[in-house]
């Protein structure tokens, strides 16, 4: 790959991601952390994306990954935008396919069923913590369209 | 029959279906949109991980370079001991107290507390000895209520423990036969509501529930002292089920710095000198290792590829007073004209040394490459034999010139010891003298059980992160483990966020039971308990504040602007030399310099291992072509002491140095009336 200033840019930035990871400073980092430096370097892959991606970089199945196989890995991932963002009005209408009456709201369990029953389903532990996370507590009901735009702000501050 | 009907059904069934099917989207949509919710919350939930990971790493960064500045404090203070013996001119002072390992014989006689009154009007837990079950429980009612237990008392448990601990042997052995599970506390450091947490969830000490409790009962939290009073209590009631082993904060240095030293002055007054004095007897009389069953090793710290447990049952643990002090020497040896001579020549075999290794092979005749290379061979010869080679040949390499290679060795420029590089305020000198090797051995593999870290690499190598001990690898556990038929080593002293971490392959267990050390929701607590089957079961709690439950995001929130605030402070510290480094970057003053710049600026000026990309949005302002604006770093800062008007390096200076000078004037100002903050 030719050393241009974009792609010295762009591995910068991985390396960076990766240090945060690194806690013994021997440029490795535990195989579950992956996922996070992917999405933290603002991607957007699916569960089967990052299957994939940790397939190809993993260290043999010793459960770390080394910096000189992620990098170039995640620089092409980078370079070609392989997973894009997801723009704001995509997900609202994601909301409003599971919400059919088009409330503007759902209940935690309706989210819940569909959360764990379909697509790349939650953990219960994923599925407790997003509770926690975007359930209004008064209301008891998520309200998806004030929280788009809120937790959107809320990763960029 | 009845084909009217059947058709009015059917049809009916048919608008029904197509009403069903407007309703309910098709399947492969539903699928789409539940993909898309997953995808976009997983990834808000690793951005969040990503932000409470960068916390953690600068507090983390932040509190080690504070144990390494101690260095610097405690030179100061031997400076000054070593050269004015009596500050205040009348009879010794309290530097002198503190720091002088010699005890003042009268606290060790019994008069010196039962001739302390306690006023009827004192509402406070009053106990006596030897003690019993309701005394304790009297301990515990009372803190919980915030009462503070007399100074009499404390200096009568202090007197009674050190007593006690007196007869026992350096490493304490214990079985599970005869008793139930042994349940294993780590770093404590004040919280008084972790230690309540665990006795509600766990028990009380007793002969049914054995504890261990490994080391950093104090500093830091607010609650040092009502937390080791009921470890000694708790201790001089069952001597046989309440083991406590010393941690790297049982150091009366370390307590200065860290906040022990000023919360009792500040309870005490005029007994907290007296009291401080026999805390400093106590813990160094405290145990350094207990061992369960024969196979279950229970250290603070860890080890090094030195450690030797059948040395370490043989020394005399109590003189090892402090990591920061190295046992004094005659006068004679202080003599400061000649360590500064040593100094020169030092700098030369600095110099040489430095080259490489291999050319002192070829260089010179063999006498005088043996002269050259004498002293750095005898800092290394401390101990036996070739494994020395990476703990201690750091000390005289310069292969990190620009940190200090901060031992917790000697600990000024005039007291004696191997070749180090002490940091004195802000340069650095050199000091080798010899020294009997046989205190040094002790010192040295007392240090090392106090405060060496695991890492993954094999090897053992000194630990500049923290200035003391060794970092030791996987290989460095198995052999000791091997060599002295254990299966498992389980030490503290590292802050861990499910509040245990297993390492070198399950071998190694880290254990932390003060929860939400860094901040409110930083990270749980936990303890072990062990069964005669020695296999570990933890406990996780985490103490919370406030009743009101705080989600994630806020939680992460409130930790990252409290780390982000102390780096500032940091920044706001080095102002002076971190500008000038960015102007000498910025030859045309546009007041900016790349992000890559600023990022190598930050990491050599102020030494932290950082991610500081990611850090940059929090921290400085970018200009509209991309690059950093660096003056921004030092705006929206409230240090929280005033800094007046002063001529800017002062201001930075005081700052920067403000826990030092607190510390100096806590100590002179004996009556604690803080008369003397007029800063």
Same mark, same amino acid.
């Given at each position: 790959m030719a050393e241009t200033s974009e792609t010295a840019d762009i591995q910068r930035k991985i390396r960076a991601a990766f240090h945060v990871f690194d806690h013994k400073a021997d440029n490795t980092v535990d195989v579950r952390e992956v996922s996070t430096i992917i999405y933290s370097l603002g991607c957007f892959p699916t569960k089967a994306d990052i299957h994939r991606f940790v397939d190809e970089v993993e260290e043999d199945n010793m459960g770390y990954v080394h910096l000189d196989k992620f990098l170039p890995v995640m620089t092409k991932v980078l370079l070609e935008n392989k997973f894009p963002p997801i723009p704001e009005e995509n997900l609202l209408q994601a909301f409003e396919v599971l919400d059919k009456e088009r409330r503007g709201y759902m209940e935690p369990q309706e989210l819940a069923k569909y959360m764990k029953s379909e697509g790349e389903t939650f953990?219960?532990?994923?599925?407790?913590?997003?509770?926690?996370a975007l359930v209004d507590e008064k209301k008891n009901l998520i309200c998806y369209k004030e929280l788009i735009s809120q937790l959107t702000l809320d990763l960029d501050t | 029959m009845g084909c009217g009907t059947s058709v009015a059904t059917e049809t009916q069934l048919k608008k029904l279906e197509t009403e069903e099917a407007v309703r309910t989207p098709g399947l492969a949509l539903t699928i789409k949109a539940a993909v898309l919710i997953q995808r976009w919350y997983r990834r808000y939930m690793a951005r969040l991980e990503m932000r409470r990971r960068y916390t953690w790493n600068i507090f983390q960064s932040i509190e080690y370079a504070g144990e390494q500045d101690q260095l610097q404090l405690s030179s100061f203070f031997s400076f000054m001991l070593d050269n004015f013996t009596q500050l205040s001119g009348n009879g010794p002072d309290l530097i002198s107290q503190l720091l002088n390992p010699v005890v003042d014989p009268w606290l060790d006689r019994e008069i010196c507390y039962t001739l302390i009154p306690v006023p009827d009007s004192y509402t406070g837990p009053r106990i006596s000895f030897p003690l019993c079950v309701s005394d304790t429980n009297a301990l515990l009612s009372a803190f919980k209520e915030q009462q503070i237990l007399h100074a009499r008392y404390v200096l009568q448990l202090l007197f009674e423990a050190k007593k006690l601990l007196k007869q026992m042997p350096n490493i304490i052995h214990l079985s599970t036969s005869y008793t139930k599970d042994i349940t294993i506390c780590g770093d404590l450091h004040g919280h008084l509501d972790d230690l /309540? /947490?665990?006795?509600?969830?766990?028990? /009380?000490?007793?002969?049914?529930?054995?504890?261990?409790?490994?080391?950093?009962?104090?500093?830091?939290?607010?609650?040092?002292?009502?937390?080791?009073?009921? /470890?000694?209590?708790?201790?001089l009631l069952y001597p046989d089920y309440m083991h406590l082993n010393r941690g790297n904060h049982e150091d009366h240095i370390m307590n200065l710095r860290y906040g022990f030293t000023k919360e009792v002055m500040q309870k005490y007054k005029n007994h907290g000198r007296e009291i401080l004095q026999l805390f400093q007897d106590v813990f160094s009389l405290l145990p350094i290792a207990t061992v369960i069953d024969g196979k279950v090793l229970i250290v603070h710290g860890g080890i090094s590829d030195q450690t030797d447990l059948d040395f370490l049952s043989s020394i005399e643990r109590h003189k090892v007073k402090s990591a920061l002090r190295f046992p004094r020497h005659s006068l004679e040896q202080l003599d400061i004209g000649q360590s500064c001579r040593h100094v020169k020549r030092m700098r030369s075999v600095d110099s040489s040394c430095s080259s490489s290794r291999s050319y002192s092979k070829n260089q010179g005749t063999p006498g005088q490459r043996k002269r050259r290379c004498k002293l750095k061979r005898d800092d290394s010869a401390v101990s036996t034999s070739s494994s020395s080679s990476s703990s201690s040949s750091s000390v005289c390499s310069p292969h990190t010139p620009s940190s200090q290679s901060l031992r917790p060795c000697p600990s000024s420029p005039s007291l004696p010891c191997k070749v180090l590089q002490v940091p004195y305020l802000d340069s650095l000198s050199s000091v080798p003298l010899p020294s009997p090797p046989q205190h040094e051995q002790e010192w040295k593999q007392i240090v090392d059980i106090l405060w060496s870290d695991p890492k993954t690499q094999e090897g053992c190598s000194p630990n500049s992160f923290r200035g003391g001990g060794c970092y030791f690898g996987p290989d460095v556990t198995q052999r000791l483990l091997l060599q002295h038929g254990l299966q498992m080593l389980i030490r503290s002293h590292e802050c861990k966020q499910e509040g245990y971490e297993f390492c070198h392959g399950g071998k190694v267990i880290t254990i932390f039971s003060a929860s939400n050390y860094y901040e409110e929701g930083s990270n749980r607590g936990a303890y072990i308990k062990l069964g005669r089957e020695l296999v570990p079961r933890f406990y996780q709690y985490q103490v919370s504040r406030i009743t009101r439950k705080l989600t994630l995001t806020q939680r992460i929130r409130a930790a990252e602007g409290s780390a982000l605030r102390a780096l500032k402070e940091k920044l706001f510290a080095h102002r002076s030399e971190l500008m000038a480094n960015f102007q000498q970057r910025d030859p045309n003053n546009t007041g900016t310099v790349s992000v890559c710049e600023w990022a190598q600026v930050l990491e050599c000026v102020l030494r932290l291992d950082l991610p500081w990309r990611t850090l940059r949005p929090h921290l400085a302002?970018?200009?509209?072509?991309?690059?950093v604006e660096y003056q921004s770093c030092f705006e929206d800062m409230e240090p929280g002491a005033p800094l007046p008007k002063v001529a800017p390096n002062l201001a930075e200076t005081l700052f920067r140095y403000r826990t030092d000078i607190e510390i100096i004037f806590n100590i002179i100002d004996k009556d604690h009336s803080g008369k003397k903050k007029a800063l």
């Amino acid at each position: 790959m030719a050393e241009t200033s974009e792609t010295a840019d762009i591995q910068r930035k991985i390396r960076a991601a990766f240090h945060v990871f690194d806690h013994k400073a021997d440029n490795t980092v535990d195989v579950r952390e992956v996922s996070t430096i992917i999405y933290s370097l603002g991607c957007f892959p699916t569960k089967a994306d990052i299957h994939r991606f940790v397939d190809e970089v993993e260290e043999d199945n010793m459960g770390y990954v080394h910096l000189d196989k992620f990098l170039p890995v995640m620089t092409k991932v980078l370079l070609e935008n392989k997973f894009p963002p997801i723009p704001e009005e995509n997900l609202l209408q994601a909301f409003e396919v599971l919400d059919k009456e088009r409330r503007g709201y759902m209940e935690p369990q309706e989210l819940a069923k569909y959360m764990k029953s379909e697509g790349e389903t939650f953990s219960q532990e994923e599925m407790n913590e997003m509770l926690t996370a975007l359930v209004d507590e008064k209301k008891n009901l998520i309200c998806y369209k004030e929280l788009i735009s809120q937790l959107t702000l809320d990763l960029d501050t | 029959m009845g084909c009217g009907t059947s058709v009015a059904t059917e049809t009916q069934l048919k608008k029904l279906e197509t009403e069903e099917a407007v309703r309910t989207p098709g399947l492969a949509l539903t699928i789409k949109a539940a993909v898309l919710i997953q995808r976009w919350y997983r990834r808000y939930m690793a951005r969040l991980e990503m932000r409470r990971r960068y916390t953690w790493n600068i507090f983390q960064s932040i509190e080690y370079a504070g144990e390494q500045d101690q260095l610097q404090l405690s030179s100061f203070f031997s400076f000054m001991l070593d050269n004015f013996t009596q500050l205040s001119g009348n009879g010794p002072d309290l530097i002198s107290q503190l720091l002088n390992p010699v005890v003042d014989p009268w606290l060790d006689r019994e008069i010196c507390y039962t001739l302390i009154p306690v006023p009827d009007s004192y509402t406070g837990p009053r106990i006596s000895f030897p003690l019993c079950v309701s005394d304790t429980n009297a301990l515990l009612s009372a803190f919980k209520e915030q009462q503070i237990l007399h100074a009499r008392y404390v200096l009568q448990l202090l007197f009674e423990a050190k007593k006690l601990l007196k007869q026992m042997p350096n490493i304490i052995h214990l079985s599970t036969s005869y008793t139930k599970d042994i349940t294993i506390c780590g770093d404590l450091h004040g919280h008084l509501d972790d230690l /309540l /947490l665990i006795f509600y969830k766990n028990g /009380l000490p007793s002969a049914e529930t054995p504890y261990v409790f490994n080391g950093d009962f104090v500093d830091r939290g607010k609650k040092s002292v009502e937390v080791v009073i009921i /470890l000694f209590a708790y201790f001089l009631l069952y001597p046989d089920y309440m083991h406590l082993n010393r941690g790297n904060h049982e150091d009366h240095i370390m307590n200065l710095r860290y906040g022990f030293t000023k919360e009792v002055m500040q309870k005490y007054k005029n007994h907290g000198r007296e009291i401080l004095q026999l805390f400093q007897d106590v813990f160094s009389l405290l145990p350094i290792a207990t061992v369960i069953d024969g196979k279950v090793l229970i250290v603070h710290g860890g080890i090094s590829d030195q450690t030797d447990l059948d040395f370490l049952s043989s020394i005399e643990r109590h003189k090892v007073k402090s990591a920061l002090r190295f046992p004094r020497h005659s006068l004679e040896q202080l003599d400061i004209g000649q360590s500064c001579r040593h100094v020169k020549r030092m700098r030369s075999v600095d110099s040489s040394c430095s080259s490489s290794r291999s050319y002192s092979k070829n260089q010179g005749t063999p006498g005088q490459r043996k002269r050259r290379c004498k002293l750095k061979r005898d800092d290394s010869a401390v101990s036996t034999s070739s494994s020395s080679s990476s703990s201690s040949s750091s000390v005289c390499s310069p292969h990190t010139p620009s940190s200090q290679s901060l031992r917790p060795c000697p600990s000024s420029p005039s007291l004696p010891c191997k070749v180090l590089q002490v940091p004195y305020l802000d340069s650095l000198s050199s000091v080798p003298l010899p020294s009997p090797p046989q205190h040094e051995q002790e010192w040295k593999q007392i240090v090392d059980i106090l405060w060496s870290d695991p890492k993954t690499q094999e090897g053992c190598s000194p630990n500049s992160f923290r200035g003391g001990g060794c970092y030791f690898g996987p290989d460095v556990t198995q052999r000791l483990l091997l060599q002295h038929g254990l299966q498992m080593l389980i030490r503290s002293h590292e802050c861990k966020q499910e509040g245990y971490e297993f390492c070198h392959g399950g071998k190694v267990i880290t254990i932390f039971s003060a929860s939400n050390y860094y901040e409110e929701g930083s990270n749980r607590g936990a303890y072990i308990k062990l069964g005669r089957e020695l296999v570990p079961r933890f406990y996780q709690y985490q103490v919370s504040r406030i009743t009101r439950k705080l989600t994630l995001t806020q939680r992460i929130r409130a930790a990252e602007g409290s780390a982000l605030r102390a780096l500032k402070e940091k920044l706001f510290a080095h102002r002076s030399e971190l500008m000038a480094n960015f102007q000498q970057r910025d030859p045309n003053n546009t007041g900016t310099v790349s992000v890559c710049e600023w990022a190598q600026v930050l990491e050599c000026v102020l030494r932290l291992d950082l991610p500081w990309r990611t850090l940059r949005p929090h921290l400085a302002r970018l200009a509209s072509d991309g690059s950093v604006e660096y003056q921004s770093c030092f705006e929206d800062m409230e240090p929280g002491a005033p800094l007046p008007k002063v001529a800017p390096n002062l201001a930075e200076t005081l700052f920067r140095y403000r826990t030092d000078i607190e510390i100096i004037f806590n100590i002179i100002d004996k009556d604690h009336s803080g008369k003397k903050k007029a800063l």
